[in-house]
Structure formats: C-alpha cells, structure tokens
C-alpha cells in the first residue's frame, strides 16, 4: 500500500493552500488579464487592493512570482489605508506564497498576523482559513496534538460562517489533517470532509478545487489498494492541469505519480520527476524541488551521465541562493509591517474588538438570566406536578406489591402445610411399619413356643432371625431420629474420611440375612477402594437403605454390584441390582416429598421417606444422590460426595 503522506513531506504545506476562486480550464488566462485592467482603471484604494488580492490568488497556482509581488503590494496598500479585511487576505496570500517558496517559518509569522487581524475585525471565514493553515504548519514540525486542535477548531468557526466557498478547502485541509488517523470514527470523518468538499467544488464549479479534492480521492484509491485507479486520476488531473497553466498541480501531481512508480519500481518514474521539475521551473516552484533534483543528480551519477548532473547541480546552487534570497527579503518585508505604527493600530483594533465582545457578552449574560429564570419556574412547578402524581403512584404500588405479597404467602404456606401433613403421614407410615415386621415375629415365635408347636430350638434360630432383622429396624429409626434433629435444631456437619469399600462392607454384614434369605449375591468392586468425606451415621443411612432396597426389589439369585468412579475431587458410588427397574413416572419424583405412596413402580411402604431423608443426608455431606433404570435389567441408585485427600487417614470403624 502506498499513501499521499510521503509526497506531503516533500512538498510540506503547499498544495493546501490553492485558492478558491470559481473558473473552468479555460478562463484562467482571461481571469488574469481582466483583473490587471480592472487594476488600471479602479481609483478606489480598498478596490484597488481587492483587485491586487485576487490577482495574487489566480497567480499562486500557476506563477509564483507575480503572486508574490502582487501580495506584498497588497499589504503595503491595505496598511496604508488601514482596509483590515483587505489586510487581512493580504497576510493570509503572503503566508501561502512563502510556504510555496518554501519558507515555512515566514510562512507561520504571516498566518499567525493573518490570524490576529482576523480576529481584531470579527472576519470567522479568515479565521478559519489562518488556523487551518496553521495547523498544517504544526502537523509539518510533528506536533499532532497541536495541529489537530487547530483544525478542529477551524472546522468549528467555518461551521458557524455558512461560507461555502472557503468551506471547500478547509474541508479538504481537514482531510489532509485527520486522514491518517487510526480511529475508525476519525477515518470517516476525514472521508465524509473530503467527500462534502468534492461535492461544493462541483456545485460551485471551482475548476481548481475540482482538481485538488481528486488528488487526495486518488490518495483515498491506493489507500484501499486500487493503485492503477489512483495512478489514472491523478495522470487525469495532470493533463487537465497543464492545459489550464495550473502549473503547481502538475508539479504536485507528477510528484505523486513519480513516488507511486518509484515504489513499484517502474522505469517510468524518472519521466514524471524531470516534468515536475521542468514545470516547477516554468511556474517559480523550484524551491519545492529540492529532493527531487537531489534525487535525479544521485541518478544521473549513478548512470555516469555527467552532462545531467551539472545541469541538476546547478539547480541545487540555483535552490540555495533562492532560500537565502527569499529569507532575507521575507524578513525585511515582515519587520516593515510589524512597526509601531501597525502596532498602535493593531492594540486600538483589538481594544474595539474587546470593546464589542463584552457588550454582546453583557446582552447575552440578561437574556441568559431571563431564560434561566423562567426555565427554573417551570422546572419547580413540573418538579411538584411529578412528585405529587409519584407519591400517588408509589402508594398504588405499594398497596398493590404488599396485598400480592400477603397472598402468596397464603398459598405458599397453605401448600407447605399440605406437604408437611402428607410428610408426616407417611412418616408414621414408615416407622409403624418397620417396627410391626420385628413385633409380629416376636409375637408369632413366642404363641409357637407356648403352644409348643416348634421346638426350642427352632425358635432359637427364628429368635435369631427376628432379632437381626429388629437390630436392623432400630438403626433405621436411629437414622430417622437423627435426621429428624438436624431438622429441628442447629446442624454442625463434620465429616471425615472413610473407605467406600469398609463402609459398604459394615453395612452388608448388617442385612447379610437378606441376602442370604434370597440367595442374593453382593459384589463390592475394587474401584470402592477410594475414601470420601463424609458424616459415619448419614453415609451408612444411605447405605443400608440402598443396599435394603437392592435386595427388596431383586429376584431370587440375582446379584447386586457397588462401584465407585471418581471424576476430579468427587467419588460416585452406585449400587445396582437386577430386579424390575423404577416406573418412569415414579423416577422424576423419587427423592421429593411430592412423591405418592400410590407409586406403581417399586413398591414397599415407607420406602419414599427414606430416600428423602437419604438425599437430605447427602446434600448436608455437600453431596448429589440419583437414581436411573439400567439398560437391561434392574436400577441404579448412585450418590456422589467429595473424594478424601491421599493423606487424610480414612476411618473404617
């Protein structure tokens, strides 16, 4: 990607200060010619010095000389007479001509005098030109910051003007500012400026500007990578330059064309140079040529084209006396006008000026007053107006939110006692159960013993029995006792580390008779050999009632699996059988109170209170307990809690 930034620090400042005055291709000339005889015939001195401003403007693009000498006189005529606006325009072309000389620092002094006299005499449009000028000089000595505050501020004063014509080019030099930028918002901004510019140009049909806005469209082009599109605009603006005598543009326009080539590495590159140069000697440009000619006399060495390179060394000496020619001139030119007598001028001017911006100021401070007076009667009166109609509104709120808030907690409380009643229900349902099995044995044993209907030791053996399956019941209702405490008083949980393998163990040595009874098979999985956090009295509740349910529900013979599988910092374990699997509408609901003793899935008594109070236990162990029919046949109740560190010595009991 190639971009128009190189080609502006060999020619700094200058293209953006072309002029603006409305003329095609062909009224150049004849613009010029009428505008010296009118300059014979006018005895108007400010006339005079109007005709001397525009006649330095048509020559600025095309011979740079005459612009020069026609500024100066300008000047001189409007200090003279004391004509500020023509004064004014005066020091603005004299800052244009020495920046195409170039002299950049006699430049600034002549915009920053422009600017003042500007200012002095309330003229925003030479304002706006004379900061943007200036902004460019700041932009070429590398002070961003500054250069972009000048712009901005420029663009702010010509919005104000509705000058269209001068808006034309500052839009463009706003371009030239902020076109680099690497925000996205500035890119467009940049874009829309020349944009806006391109059109003013074409309504005004600014033959010139026309012109100028394309070379930085051309610059628009490369810069989105349509480098044979720019290439063509800009060899566009070239020929259309020369045939209107817009020397500079040529100048400017082979200088694009030359750096495009060169980093392409076309031969051609060479050709658009020597133009350049030979229309920056035809219209007074030579100044700007230095690197050019510096370039083509390090080429024409390197060919050992000797001829060519006196000639260019020539130019070199030729460019250096100018610049000295020019700074001493310039600065002689510059201490004329700043004597004691512009001084006193200048001093009583901006006094007058002063003198008006604190009357407008006083005008707008009462009128300011006024409206903010009225502003902060009807800001009172609509403040209570609102406050009033919010108050009302708050209390309708208010009243609606707290009897909306007192019914759900009606409904809520109405549902808690249902689930609560129920609970409770199946609760006793549970313990009556469980502890009429052991009673009824007891009882049956001892009529068979008293009616001597067995043998002592028959029923020593049916005794044993009972009194396993009693041991078996009253930890059950330990278990149901203490999960009743932790939810009627406060709940301190302190677990410890226990082997899966230990406790699921201890618990089938506990219902060993269950298995027995059924000719169950129990396999523990070595995987059970991991150790987990947990409460002995809650895990082993969770235990014996899953072990308990997986003999219940199992077949004769079939056999029941416990593995355990640990995934990061937790420990599964799962028990599962081979019995008839869980109802799939029973399954959602297994562990909530909500569950039905009408479930037709497997049944048993009590067996729902339990499985709440085991997923109860395991939520306070900071654990997760489930349940899911296997793929074949039979269930799977699993739960998970934290896996106990290596180093943690794990309690088998």
């Given at each position: ?327 001493k001139d310039g600065a002689t030119i510059y201490m004329n006008f700043a004597s004691a007598d512009r001084q006193i ?122 009194d396993a399956r009693a041991r078996n019941t009253l930890q059950v209702f330990d278990g149901i006792l203490r999960w ?170």
């Amino acid at each position: 990607m190639f971009e128009l930034v190189p080609y502006l620090k060999k020619t700094p400042l200058v293209l953006l200060f072309l002029l603006f005055f409305f003329q095609d291709s062909n009224a150049q000339q004849a613009e010029i010619v009428r505008a010296k005889t009118l300059l014979q015939q006018v005895r108007d001195s400010t006339s005079y010095v109007d005709v001397l401003n525009r006649l330095t403007m048509l020559y600025q693009a095309c011979q740079l000389d005459s612009c020069g000498r026609y500024a100066n006189e300008a000047m001189q005529v409007a200090s003279r007479q004391h004509y500020t606006t023509g004064l004014t325009v005066a020091l603005k072309n004299l800052g244009s001509y020495y920046a195409f000389k170039p002299n950049r620092y006699l430049s600034y002094l002549f915009y920053n005098e422009c600017l003042a006299s500007a200012r002095e005499s309330g003229d925003l449009a030479n304002e706006a030109m004379a900061l943007m000028n200036i902004s460019i000089y700041h932009q070429y000595l590398g002070q961003r910051a500054d250069a972009v505050k000048m712009a901005d501020t420029a663009m702010a004063i010509l919005n104000k003007t509705g000058n269209d014509s001068i808006r034309t080019l500052v839009l463009a030099n706003y371009y030239s500012i902020h076109y680099s930028d690497t925000s996205l918002a500035a890119r467009t901004a940049a874009v829309d400026a020349l944009e806006e510019a391109a059109v003013l140009a074409v309504k005004y049909n600014d033959y010139r500007q026309i012109l100028y806005t394309r070379l930085f469209k051309a610059n628009e082009l490369q810069r989105n990578g349509q480098l044979n599109d720019a290439m063509q605009l800009i060899q566009q603006v070239v020929d259309s330059s020369k045939t209107s005598g817009l020397n500079y543009l040529v100048v400017y326009g082979d200088l694009m064309l030359a750096g495009y080539k060169t980093a392409l590495k076309q031969p051609d590159s060479l050709q658009y140079s020597r133009e350049a140069l030979e229309y920056a000697l035809k219209g007074g440009y030579l100044g700007l040529m230095r690197p050019t000619v510096m370039q083509l006399y390090a080429n024409s060495m390197a060919v050992g084209d000797t001829g060519w390179a006196d000639y260019y060394a020539g130019l070199l000496w030729r460019i250096l006396e100018q610049e000295r020619a020019v700074k001493k001139d310039g600065a002689t030119i510059y201490m004329n006008f700043a004597s004691a007598d512009r001084q006193i001028d200048s001093m009583r001017m901006q006094h007058a000026h002063q003198h008006r911006l604190l009357h407008k100021k006083n005008l707008e401070n009462i009128y300011w007053r006024y409206l903010l007076i009225f502003l902060l009667a009807v800001l009172i009166l609509l403040t209570s107006l609102l406050i009033h109609v919010f108050q009302i509104y708050r209390m309708s709120r208010s009243n609606s939110r707290k009897l909306a808030f007192m019914q759900r907690e009606l409904e809520q409380s109405t549902a808690q006692m249902r689930v609560n009643d129920d609970f409770k229900n199946k609760l006793i349902s549970l313990i009556a159960h469980d502890f009429r099995s052991p009673l009824n044995n007891i009882i049956s044993i001892s009529t068979f013993v008293k009616d001597d209907t067995i043998s002592p030791e028959d029923a020593r053996d049916m005794i044993l029995q009972v009194d396993a399956r009693a041991r078996n019941t009253l930890q059950v209702f330990d278990g149901i006792l203490r999960w009743m405490k932790t939810q009627l008083t406060g709940f301190s949980y302190q677990p410890k580390p226990y082997l899966v393998k230990d406790l699921i163990t201890t618990t089938a040595n506990n219902i060993q008779h269950l298995l027995t009874d059924k000719h169950l098979q129990l396999v523990i999985d070595e995987s059970t050999n991991v150790a987990v956090y947990a409460d002995f009295e809650m895990i082993q509740f969770v235990n014996r009632n899953l072990l308990h349910n997986a003999t219940k529900f199992s077949a004769s013979g079939k056999k029941i699996t416990v593995t355990a599988t640990r995934k990061g910092e937790m420990v599964t374990v799962a028990v599962s059988d081979e019995g008839s699997g869980i109802d799939p509408a029973v399954l959602p609901g297994l562990f909530s109170v909500e569950q039905t003793a009408a479930a037709k899935g497997r049944k048993g008594k009590g067996a729902g209170i339990a499985l709440i109070i085991c997923k109860d236990f395991i939520e306070k162990m900071n654990g997760v307990i489930g349940a899911e029919n296997n793929a074949g046949s039979g269930a799977t109740f699993f739960y998970t809690l934290p896996l106990a560190t290596v180093n943690d010595d794990a309690d088998n009991r």
